[in-house]
Structures are given as structure tokens and as C-alpha cells.
């Protein structure tokens, strides 16, 4: 008995360093990860357009705020032409959650419009994703909700929350592929890209947090829904070329393990 008991002790202890080491260290470790996109369809013309994804901020408290700051810095420095939030900006909703936000997302007035966002599942907890509209509307980021937005020469479609019930891909992309320019299109869930129509250039997503824990073994034992095909990093060989950012911030226990929180920079060029 004592035996078990003390097993059931040290095993405690280790759960309880994992998480602190998790929360203390690696949730912290934002990484830039810069990738080159090769898209088959992409013009010569926007050969070398960059975007920098900012996905999953999860904004409720001032270690979530420090973080986003950092991850918002870090995406401006590499210049590029495009920022896009793929949703969960918010974890929850708070009564000080636009006041947060304008907090993490004020730089991106730099930008000078080109910035978009769409909603994830997380802008439905505690409240509603309308909820974001003025906020972003007040930092001339672009707010998309089953909408298309031309800009740039591009095409770009926002797909509002799969899991929240509130998306309908079909709509926009039809009328995004009346034009000759390229789409990128914008779903917070990545299995998503499965009930994709076809036709667009490339689908960005986040929602996975690359799993948020990863064990030495390979056990991943947090999953989520509908992001648990498609779980980070590119995928080429989707029914459309799919972009997966581990994100920034972290959902339930505040830590990572093995899973280092990401800002993308993605370059897109022809080929
Ligand atoms: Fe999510």
C-alpha cells in the first residue's frame, strides 16, 4: 500500500513538473516558421507575396496578452504583405476582452488595411463572434465571415467557425472563382479543407495547436474536432494545398509540450 502510494506521489510530481516546465518554458518559445509555398497555380506576377499567420492568440489574461504581443512583433518584423488571424482570438469572451485585444493587435494599424480575421470556434464561448466586429473594424483589420475580400490582386475568402455551426464555404468561393485572380481562403478548422469545394489556391487553418502536447513516445493526448487529420505544417497534397500554424496561445492547461507555438511567414510562389 505504502508502495502504491508513494508511485501514485512521485507520479503526481512529475504531471505537476511536465505542466509547469510546459507553462514556464515551451508555451513561452514562440518560434517564426518561415516556409516556402509552392502553389501550382499561383502567378508569376505575386510570385514571393508573404503572409504572416497569427493564429489562436487565445487572449484572457495578461500572460496571453505578453505572448500575443510578442507573436504581433515578431510577424511585423519579417514585413510582410499580408497578416491574417485564422480565428480563436479570444480564449473566451471577458468583459475587459476588447480592451485586451486592442492591447495585442493595435501594432497591425501599421499594416495600413492589410490585415484580415476570421472567427474560430473560441469566438462562440462566452459569447458571440459579432462581438469582434468593432474591434477590428476599429484597427482597419478586415473582419470575414462566409465573405470574400478582393485585395492586393487576390482573392481572399473567410470561412466563419465549422465547429460553431456557422460556416458556409460554398457561397463565397463560388463567387470568389468568377474572377481570374488567385484565392487564398481563410477556415479556422482544418479538416475542413476536406468539405472544401474545389478551385481555391491555397486554405490557411489553425484550430490544432499541433496537438499542444507531444510526449518523447509520440502520445498526443489532447485532440480536437476536426483537427486531428490535417494537424500542422503544409499539407500539398490536400483537395486543396493546406497551410496548418501550431498558433500561439494554448486551450485548457496553459502549457505546451514538444509542440513550440509558431508565427508563420509564408511565402508563395509559382511552381
Ligand atoms: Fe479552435
Given amino acids: 500500500m505504502k508502495k502504491l ?36 497555380r499561383w502567378p508569376r506576377r505575386l510570385d514571393g507575396y508573404t ?8 487572449v484572457r489574461d495578461e500572460y496571453s496578452v505578453e505572448l500575443a504581443r510578442r507573436a ?16 480563436d482570438l479570444v480564449g473566451h ?6 480592451w485586451l485585444l486592442e492591447a495585442v493587435l493595435e501594432p497591425l494599424l501599421l499594416m495600413g488595411g492589410s490585415a484580415i480575421a476570421i472567427p474560430g470556434n473560441h469566438e462562440y464561448w462566452g459569447g458571440d463572434a459579432s462581438l469582434l466586429a468593432p474591434i477590428l473594424d476599429e484597427l482597419n483589420i478586415r473582419y470575414l465571415r462566409n465573405e470574400v475580400y478582393g485585395h492586393a490582386g487576390i482573392n481572399w475568402v473567410g470561412i466563419d467557425s465549422l465547429n ?18 488567385p484565392v487564398v481562403v481563410l477556415w479556422h478548422e482544418p479538416d475542413a479543407v476536406d468539405l472544401l469545394p474545389a478551385g481555391a489556391d491555397l486554405m490557411i487553418a489553425g484550430h490544432s495547436h499541433g496537438g499542444q502536447w507531444r510526449f518523447p513516445w509520440g502520445w498526443t493526448p489532447m485532440t480536437t474536432r476536426n483537427g486531428e487529420k ?9 483537395p486543396t494545398p493546406l497551410y496548418v ?27
Fill in 5 to 40: 502510494l508513494g508511485l501514485g506521489l512521485g507520479l503526481g510530481a512529475v504531471g505537476i513538473g511536465w505542466l509547469a516546465y510546459g507553462a514556464l518554458v515551451e508555451a513561452k518559445r514562440l518560434t517564426v516558421e518561415r516556409r516556402t509555398l509552392r502553389l501550382p
Fill in 245 to 271: 500554424s501550431r498558433g500561439v496561445g494554448t486551450t485548457g492547461p496553459p502549457a505546451r509540450l514538444g509542440v513550440l507555438p509558431e508565427v508563420s511567414i509564408l511565402r508563395l510562389v509559382s511552381g
Fill in 51 to 58: 503572409i504572416a499567420v497569427l493564429a489562436d492568440l487565445h
Fill in 93 to 98: 469572451w471577458l468583459p475587459e476582452s476588447p
Fill in 72 to 87: 504581433v512583433e515578431l510577424a511585423l518584423d519579417e514585413n510582410p504583405d499580408m497578416v491574417v488571424l485564422p480565428g
Fill in 230 to 238: 490535417y494537424v500542422e505544417g503544409f499539407f500539398p497534397n490536400a
Fill in 164 to 181: 460553431a455551426q456557422q460556416a458556409n464555404p460554398g457561397g463565397p468561393l463560388s463567387e470568389a472563382l468568377l474572377e481570374d485572380d
